[in-house]
């Protein structure tokens, strides 16, 4: 285990509290939450916990505590302790001791002693670093720490005049990926590559979507993914327009698009592909002409990523992009800037080109600083996923009914531009089709 990033990044937290006046930071990880009765969901650590720590027990926090002019900063773990009779049950628990050593805190502490131990920590602090409204089990008991201490005012506790939120310290952190996150985003997306080639081998007319679904997640766990890092949406036909379809239930058709948004998370770390091609292998010419309009809004749209460019600038390439193309293809009237001027265009595409992607498929960080949208910055990583939804309607000639294309890769921004982190996903419709002639000969 590398614990050199999650050392890294604490220190970085420290400078940055210690820079706003210092204080201390507390930091739940997740609860677990029941499926069922006695049931629980496949556990994950909450994101910001992880990427400070790489401690995946539930039942765990992290308090932080800037350095005081008298005092070194601090890094503390509160984590359940050894349990041998419910390790029998569970497996291994670290417990206090092992977990101080093997994930480098000073030290840490059972989770059994956190609030005896939290109105120490929090007085004599001029600021708690906090992220109220998230967890109200843990805000409560933050709260009723805060009362204690007010109560004790005589002997002379004191409690913190400020709380801040820690997120908005931890989001501008996470925005800008170290190379550790890199690492793990670059294997999220080759892996999340894998499984859309398979889907595109695996594809007949006639199977289910969920026999598609089902080939992804094959892949994301055979390379050690530990579930898809969002919902995976396999659309046939008319459903690749409904934008979040995730039921995957309804047989592929002959002659229909299969649109795939699906990504797998390696080691915390999200990958997000969407690719769109035919199910039977061939694209019709109607399907080709909105697929070649969408790659070629996308290419318009990766070919603005640099740094210094507006995180605005590839959804204005890609727009304009398409809304040439609807006009070309007769599915709306008009002027380029008029239609962009009305978003007229929204009707065949209305939401944006892209998002921050890291731990969380919708990862954190601002969008915007005041009023202006953020400048793209080497080593932030966004996704790039122009679209084109064409529901059935009258004033549409019937070629075009029902045609969804989306196509999504991952880029990473660097100095020269941006690298596509996904570019082994087939996107050509040269490509697609080889991939798929090659998967029908191997059945
Ligand atoms: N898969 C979620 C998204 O593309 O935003
Ligand atoms: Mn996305
Ligand atoms: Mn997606």
Request: with cysteine.
């Amino acid at each position: 285990m590398n614990i050199q990033p999650c050392l890294a990044r604490r220190q970085r937290l420290l400078d940055l509290m210690h820079a706003q006046g210092g204080g201390v930071a507390i930091l739940p990880t997740a609860p677990e939450r029941l499926r069922n009765r006695d049931t629980a969901y496949p556990y994950r650590p909450d994101s910001y916990f992880h990427y400070l720590s790489q401690f995946d027990e539930p039942d765990a926090v992290l308090v932080l505590i800037a350095a005081t002019a008298t005092g070194p900063a601090q890094s503390l773990l509160f984590c359940r302790d050894k349990d041998v009779e419910r390790e029998i049950w569970d497996g291994h628990r670290w417990g206090p001791e092992a977990a101080r050593e093997a994930f480098g805190f000073e030290a840490a502490y059972s989770i059994h002693e956190f609030d005896e131990r939290l109105a120490e920590l929090l007085t004599h602090q001029p600021t708690l670093w906090y992220s109220l409204g998230h967890e109200t089990a843990w805000d409560q008991r933050l709260l009723r720490a805060l009362n204690k201490l007010r109560q004790q005012a005589r002997s002379g506790a004191q409690v913190p005049a400020r709380i801040h939120d820690l997120r908005q310290l931890l989001d501008g952190m996470r925005l800008i990926k170290d190379e550790d996150e890199i690492a793990k985003l670059r294997q999220a997306a080759t892996i999340s590559a894998a499984a859309h080639r398979r889907a595109m081998r695996a594809c007949r007319p006639g199977l289910y979507e969920y026999a598609i679904e089902a080939e992804l997640l094959h892949e994301f766990r055979r390379q050690a993914c530990v579930a898809p890092a969002y919902p995976s949406i396999v659309a046939g036909g008319a459903n690749a327009c409904i934008l979040h379809y995730v039921a995957n239930d309804q047989p592929l058709g002959d002659g229909e698009l299969l649109l795939i948004d699906a990504g797998g998370e390696y080691q915390g770390y999200a990958g997000d592909i969407t690719r769109t091609f035919p199910v039977n292998g061939r694209f019709t010419a109607a399907q080709a002409d909105v697929y070649q309009l969408v790659l070629a809004a996308q290419q318009a749209a990766i070919d603005s990523i640099r740094p210094g460019a507006s995180f605005m600038a590839p959804h204005e390439a890609a727009v304009r992009v398409l809304a040439q193309g609807l006009l070309d293809l007769k599915l709306l009237q008009g002027s380029l800037d008029g239609i962009i001027e009305s978003e007229a265009y929204k009707r065949y595409y209305m939401h944006r080109t892209g998002h921050w992607l890291g731990r969380d498929v919708h990862d954190a960080g601002d969008y915007k600083q005041g009023e202006d949208w953020l400048n793209l910055q080497a080593g932030m990583v966004l996704t790039v996923e122009p679209g084109c939804y064409i529901r059935a309607a009258d004033d549409i000639p019937a070629a075009f009914h029902d045609i969804g294309v989306r196509i999504e890769d991952d880029a990473l921004v660097t100095a020269a531009g941006c690298d596509i982190l996904t570019h082994e996903a087939p996107k050509t419709i040269a490509a697609i089709e080889a991939l798929m002639a090659a998967g029908r000969e191997q059945a």
